[in-house]
């Protein structure tokens, strides 16, 4: 049996369609020499790569969620790393998250409401992570700023408490960083792959 190769490749995993998540092919030439050499055990290799890379995206959504909620926030990414699933095909191995709106926080672009007149954008702690029809809010209601804003809140006395902010449409730049990088899937992937043929040579 050769030396088990990296799995390294200028591209190293490709999306796939989801209508509620991101799923990740990870497939590379690299990766593909790497299994031969592991022969009759490749099946177990892609397991056992599955099983880290599943673990890696756990723990970068984790890390995500403290970081950009450490005020609580809508627990986004704790609901992402949570949902993160894995699959072994012949065609490589997927990993993924079925969060809904990560697919959309990865690739970018135009949100606009799909029902509602106006997307409702949180502005106050207490509105993450909520619908504006949460009756935990009390009773909401829109004016608009002298600048002609749209703002949806309630009264506390004299005074007005904005929660939600109300737009028509909203562009989100791409955010590469919301998945593990293509560094870090190959860190993970490669010992993974070093300690299956490690164990057949001892099984040998």
Known sequence: MGSCCYPASRKV???????????VKIRSKGLERALRALGDFAEMGKEAGAIRLNQLFRDHFAALHNERHRDGGSGFYA???????????????YVGTKQQGLRQRLKGGEIRPRKAKALTIPIHPDAYGKRASDSSLGDLFMIRSQSGVALL???DGDQFIPYYLLLKSVNQ??????????ADIMNTLTPALRDTLNIIKRRN
């Not at 609901?79 to 191995?93: L, Q």
Request: aromatic letters at 8%.
């Open 13 to 23: 995993y490709s999306y796939n369609s989801m209508s509620n998540g991101v799923s």
């Open 79 to 93: 609901k992402a790393s949570d949902s993160v699933f894995h699959r072994v095909t012949r065609e490589g191995i």
């Open 153 to 155: 809140g309630r009264s």
């Open 173 to 182: 730049d791409a955010d590469p960083s919301v998945i593990p990088s293509e």
